[in-house]
């Protein structure tokens, strides 16, 4: 009697174990996506040496959330197997039915939020999408996910849901997409925009915020920024991380320096995610036609008029970026973050003096970017 | 029963071994080099020194390869491992480097065709001059400024054991640096620590002593009688270029000269050492302790005039006595009539030969591509030249002279441009060096591996204790 509705149960309650932990962790994948690009698993005896047993088993978990679906999916099937292996104990010690199913499920969702926090060493308040200051740290994660994959339009769709954008670090990443889709100088003031910090925070109080600026300056084509953002981020997580790795291995082949690119590419090869990507990138350095490579645009931002960078103000450098890259979309992209930075910090004369240089780039159907424009006119008026 | 099964298995493992075990082939000879990396073919290395480990990095010629190593009558036969790698054991390269001068080591493998090839023999010369047992230096990522974890290690030169004298991590994460051993005794030493455990530590007669001067003590030179260190006191500061290939500048806005007497724990120095009106840095003694060699610029301003900045090599006599400066300071390499910019002078223990970094400009060498080793020989009328033979396209820099004169040690980028390594080549005593070889590592693809740089490696006879 009491063997019956167990078996009938078993898999019903296996079901419902696997659509819990499924639907939390997809709840929780942007953060653990984010924490991804830290920490995966290099399939390397070094590397066990290197970080330790404990971050070797993060990295196992957190490699399979370079794909999404695959990450939902492996930790899907582990509450599985945690909910089998509770059922097996239970009928063991001959439990009834209804004491079995709901500790099975129980202590399966309780493991699967468990490797979820351990994992990304993350509150659940992080984890899961609430209100408060967590809310805060959760959207620049999932912009900061975004801003990685290049998923402009997901971007602003994703702020334009939260607006006004107040927060710096928000309002960074919005104002990249931005800047990415040649916008900024349209959409520049329809968020709380106070000062250049909009545009890039001067803060850096982690390594986290400064793999945010290597992206920031990436993005404005300043590469030697970019570079030395990513080698310090890079060096907090053991010179392991992947995310900062492959900015490390662009950089470096944008440089030319590509005795330095291999050397980060093979770390990527002995992943499972970043082989092919780092196989892509070899092939590249060893000769394919790399005139259409993004990375091929990317070396015209190195302008030939050395200097230390910002000593002159960051605007100089991107003035040279943007007369290095004329007649490209970086162009049109560092043009943009400019004349933005200009606004912001109200530099009149670099602001007029940069229009009258740029203004067929900037111009579009004969008008200039809507905030560029009201500036100009009113720097014109007076 | 069991008996016949514990038989056949027995046998069947005896076969397995038989069958995996490799052995020299009759082999068509290529009359090609082999391309190995690291390169350690026709180098001169120590008799007591771990034995060199390479990879063959050509990936299109060879599968099953093995690596023979001969001498006399002696052979080792090593497989390589799954990623090319040839590491020949501790016992089977003492065996052969204890009575050899030569050592030829022959690569076969098959082709793909499947037949049986061999690359032209190579040869490693193994010198009766031994090295000094131990090594340190510091491990630590090549530049930038927060977040790195770094330490001092020191390496046991005749096994691959490397051991940490001191972590950052014990440090609160600060910086580490400066390591310096008075006559090549590891107890007697001298490094310098920043943030909370910030000064200048120093260990002799077993105690071991903390000072927090300001400005900092750096880059140490100790006196060959102990009773003196000669230290730079730097306001440095990092830059870093747009453009250029030697991504960062490291610079000087001032700088100067002083001397501690480790028995007062006080400083002192002279008008010559500390003018306001140059640049004075990289203090080294003598090794009679009688001259002070140092580098001075004319102070320009920072850091406009960054690549202004160029540092003669000079010298002042010294009384280890009366502990007093002459007031002459002679110059021994006069940028401004011969060129470029000179940093750590270093003179080798016979007294004969100072080898000095010689780049275009500037003082922190390690960040110009363009840096090479020179020396002069200082008893015939100051002959300079570059070491040709030590020096790559690329950045060649600190140096150390081991304690019996016949080997060096030089940091080098040559291999990637960024990540410093540590080579060694023989010298002679007449001025000539050998081909230098990379500091033989437990793994063939170490360079590949370790995300870190080599810095400061300095010689010592024997072990340091954990600080």
Same mark, same amino acid.
């Given at each position: 009697m009491s063997s019956f509705p167990r078996r009938s149960l078993q898999p019903l309650v296996l079901l419902i174990a696997i659509v819990l932990s499924g639907v939390f962790t997809a709840m929780s994948q942007p953060v653990l996506t984010y924490c991804e690009g830290w920490n995966t698993f290099y399939y390397d005896t070094q590397y066990i040496h290197t970080v330790g047993c404990a971050e070797a088993v993060r990295g196992f978990v957190l490699q399979f959330f370079a794909h999404q679906w695959h990450g939902i999916l492996f930790l899907s099937l582990l509450a599985a197997i945690t909910c089998m292996a509770v059922w097996g104990i239970m009928r063991r010690v001959k439990c009834g039915a209804v004491v079995t199913s709901i500790a099975s499920l129980i202590i399966s969702l309780m493991a699967n939020v468990g490797i979820v926090c351990w994992t990304t060493q993350m509150s659940l308040s992080t984890l899961l999408p609430m209100g408060g200051e967590t809310a805060v740290n959760r959207q620049f994660i999932e912009g900061s996910d975004m801003v990685r994959t290049q998923q402009w339009d997901e971007i602003i769709e994703y702020f334009a849901s939260k607006a006004p954008v107040a927060n710096e670090l928000h309002q960074n990443l919005l104002n990249m997409a931005y800047a990415e889709q040649g916008k900024l100088g349209d959409m520049l003031l329809n968020q709380p925009c106070q000062n250049i910090n909009a545009i890039y925070v001067s803060d850096i109080p982690n390594y986290l915020i400064a793999a945010h600026l290597s992206d920031v300056y990436y993005s404005m084509g300043h590469i030697a920024q970019s570079q030395r953002y990513a080698f310090e981020s890079n060096e907090k997580m053991h010179n392991l991380s992947p995310r900062m790795l492959q900015r490390l291995v662009q950089t470096n082949i944008i440089y030319e320096q590509y005795e330095v690119a291999k050397k980060y590419l093979y770390w990527l090869k002995r992943t499972l995610y970043y082989r092919d990507w780092a196989d892509e990138h070899l092939a590249l350095i060893k000769g394919s036609d790399p005139s259409n490579h993004p990375l091929a645009m990317k070396r015209k931002c190195i302008f030939a008029d050395n200097r230390f960078s910002g000593t002159r103000g960051l605007d100089d450098d991107l003035l040279q970026v943007a007369r290095s890259t004329r007649g490209t979309k970086q162009c049109v992209t560092t043009l943009h973050y400019l004349g933005s930075l200009y606004i912001l910090a109200d530099y009149t004369d670099q602001f007029v003096s940069m229009v009258e240089e740029f203004g067929d780039v900037l111009r579009s159907n004969g008008h200039l970017p809507r905030y560029f424009d009201q500036y100009y006119n009113h720097l014109k008026r007076q | 029963?069991?008996? /016949?099964?514990?038989?056949?298995?027995?046998?069947?493992?005896?076969?397995?071994?038989? !069958?995996?075990?490799?052995?020299?082939?009759?082999? =068509?000879?290529?009359?090609?080099?082999?391309?190995?990396? *690291?390169?350690?073919?026709?180098?001169?290395?120590?008799?007591?020194?771990?034995? *060199?480990?390479?990879?063959l990095t050509d990936e299109s010629m060879l599968h099953d390869a093995?690596?023979?190593?001969?001498?006399?009558?002696? =052979? +080792?036969?090593?497989?390589s491992d799954g990623e090319r790698g040839f590491c020949i054991s501790e016992a089977d390269w003492h065996s052969l480097t204890s009575h050899a001068t030569d050592i030829s080591v022959r690569i076969q493998g098959t082709n793909p065709s499947g037949e049986w090839v061999e690359y032209n023999t190579q040869k490693i010369h193994i010198s009766r001059d031994s090295i000094d047992n131990f090594l340190t230096y510091r491990l630590v990522e090549p530049g930038y400024e927060v977040w790195g974890e770094m330490g001092i290690y020191q390496r046991d030169l005749q096994t691959y054991e490397e051991r940490a004298i001191? #972590?950052?991590?014990?440090?609160?994460?600060?910086?580490?640096?400066?390591?310096?051993?008075?006559?090549?005794?590891?107890?007697?030493?001298?490094?310098?620590?920043?943030?909370?455990? !910030?000064?200048?530590?120093?260990? %002799?007669?077993? #105690?071991? #002593?903390?000072l927090q001067p300001q400005p900092s003590l750096v880059y140490p030179s100790w006196h060959p #009688?102990? %009773?003196?260190?000669?230290?730079?006191?730097?306001?440095t500061k990092q830059l870093f270029h747009t453009t250029s290939r030697n991504r960062i500048e490291v610079f000087d806005y001032s700088s100067d000269i002083v001397v501690l007497n480790t028995e007062t724990m006080q400083t002192f120095s002279c008008p010559q050492l500390t003018s306001?009106?140059?640049?004075?840095?990289?203090?080294?003694?003598? *090794?009679?302790?009688? /001259?002070?060699?140092?580098?001075?610029?004319?102070?320009?301003?920072?850091?406009?005039?960054?690549d202004e900045a160029c540092y003669s090599l000079c010298s002042i006599a010294f009384d280890p006595h009366t502990g007093i400066f002459d007031t002459k300071v002679d110059t021994l390499y006069n940028v401004k009539r011969e060129g470029g910019s000179i940093s750590f002078p270093r003179v080798s223990p016979d007294g004969r030969y100072l080898m000095f970094t010689h780049h275009a400009y500037g003082n922190f060498s390690i960040w110009h591509h363009e840096a090479d080793l020179w020396m002069i020989d200082l008893q015939a009328n100051g002959f300079t030249c570059p070491l040709v033979a030590l020096n790559s396209p690329d950045t060649d820099s600190y140096h150390s002279w081991s304690s019996n004169g016949k080997w060096v040690i030089f940091s080098s980028r040559r291999i990637d441009g960024l990540y410093t390594r540590p080579f060694i080549a023989h010298f002679d005593? %007449?001025? +000539?060096?050998? %081909? *230098?070889?990379?500091?033989p590592q437990n793994r063939a693809d170490h360079h590949q591996r370790l995300m870190k740089s080599y810095n400061i490696p300095e010689f010592t006879r024997n072990a340091t204790r954990e600080w």
């Open positions: - | 029963m069991r008996r /016949t099964i514990s038989s056949i298995l027995f046998l069947t493992i005896l076969i397995s071994l038989a !069958a995996c075990s490799q052995q020299e082939r009759k082999a =068509k000879a290529l009359g090609i080099d082999a391309s190995t990396f *690291p390169d350690y073919n026709d180098v001169t290395m120590p008799c007591n020194i771990a034995p *060199p480990t390479f990879i093995i690596a023979i190593f001969e001498a006399g009558s002696t =052979k +080792h036969i090593v497989e001191i #972590t950052n991590d014990k440090t609160d994460g600060g910086c580490i640096n400066c390591h310096s051993y008075c006559n090549y005794d590891a107890e007697t030493m001298s490094l310098h620590m920043r943030k909370t455990c !910030a000064g200048t530590y120093i260990r %002799k007669d077993g #105690t071991d #002593t903390r #009688t102990g %009773k003196y260190i000669a230290y730079s006191q730097n306001d306001g009106a140059s640049f004075e840095t990289f203090p080294s003694w003598s *090794p009679d302790g009688r /001259t002070l060699y140092f580098c001075s610029a004319d102070s320009v301003a920072m850091p406009a005039q960054y005593g %007449k001025g +000539h060096f050998s %081909k *230098p070889f990379y500091l």
